[in-house]
């Protein structure tokens, strides 16, 4: 089945310093990729998304590049905030099956140091 | 933007009570709707699809008699936790998708403790 690995937290960065929070994934067919975010105790929101190969989505400075030749989504920063911090979640949607449904990857806890 | 709303956000109930978490749809109309559940800092795990109009679809293992989904409307879904106990103690989110090929979007949330 479809599975998600995302790189294991937590994650302390300085204000300013570059983010990378590695993404990998499994899949058959051509699935869409999502970055979500969490901030403590509330739901997740959309941070950015592709759906194609080579697609790049970007949002809040945020950027993540569709890779199918690595199988990976890797998130993206130049330059984090503190209000950055909160748990980032890689996600994929099947491209068949019951592809409504969302795999989701362990979550990554990143805190920023003003 | 479509939004889901969640209610309520955070519930404390005595070992026993039955708990029910309302998931809505609003200014979109979701036929389909999913619940999670969160336990700390892990990830995500689908318990439920619920499905308007028929009856929902549960992940293995997840009991069905236990959690409760009915999808009543094309705007809500609502999980009851029935007898609930400390085990049951968790997050638990919903989310619908507005369109087949569109992401998600989830609620805030509703915070669980069972003492």
């Known amino acids: 089945g479809d599975s998600v690995t995302q790189m294991e937290g937590p994650v302390t960065l300085s204000e300013e310093a570059f983010l990378t929070i590695n993404c990998t994934y499994t899949?058959?067919?051509?699935?869409?990729l999502f970055w979500y975010v969490q901030y403590p105790g509330e739901g997740l929101q959309l941070l950015l998304k592709?759906?194609?190969?080579?697609d790049k989505g970007s949002n809040k400075g945020f950027e993540a590049t569709y890779r199918k030749e690595t199988t990976s989504f890797h998130l993206e920063k130049g330059s984090v905030q503190v209000s950055d911090s909160a748990v980032y979640f890689c996600?994929?949607?099947?491209?068949?099956?019951?592809?409504?449904?969302?795999?989701f990857g362990s979550g990554t806890q990143l805190t920023v140091l003003p | 933007g479509a939004v889901v709303s969640q209610h309520p956000s955070w519930v404390i109930c005595k070992s026993g009570t039955s708990v029910k978490i309302e998931c809505r749809s609003l200014d979109f109309q979701a036929t389909t709707m999913f619940w999670y559940r969160q336990f700390p800092k892990q990830s995500l795990m689908l318990m439920a699809t619920?499905?308007?109009?028929?009856?929902?679809?549960?992940e293995q293992g997840v009991e069905k008699d236990k959690f409760l989904i009915n999808h009543a409307s094309l705007t809500l879904s609502t999980l009851t936790v029935t007898s609930a106990h400390p085990e049951d103690s968790s997050f638990y989110i919903c989310?619908?998708?507005?369109?087949?090929?569109?992401?998600?979007?989830f609620g805030d949330g509703t915070r669980l403790s069972i003492l």
């Open positions: 899949a058959t067919g051509y699935p869409s």
């Open positions: 996600a994929l949607k099947g491209s068949s099956g019951s592809a409504r449904q969302l795999t």
């Open positions: 619920s499905n308007e109009g028929s009856k929902a679809t549960y």
């Open positions: 592709a759906t194609k190969a080579d």
């Open positions: 989310s619908a998708p507005e369109y087949s090929n569109q992401p998600q979007h």
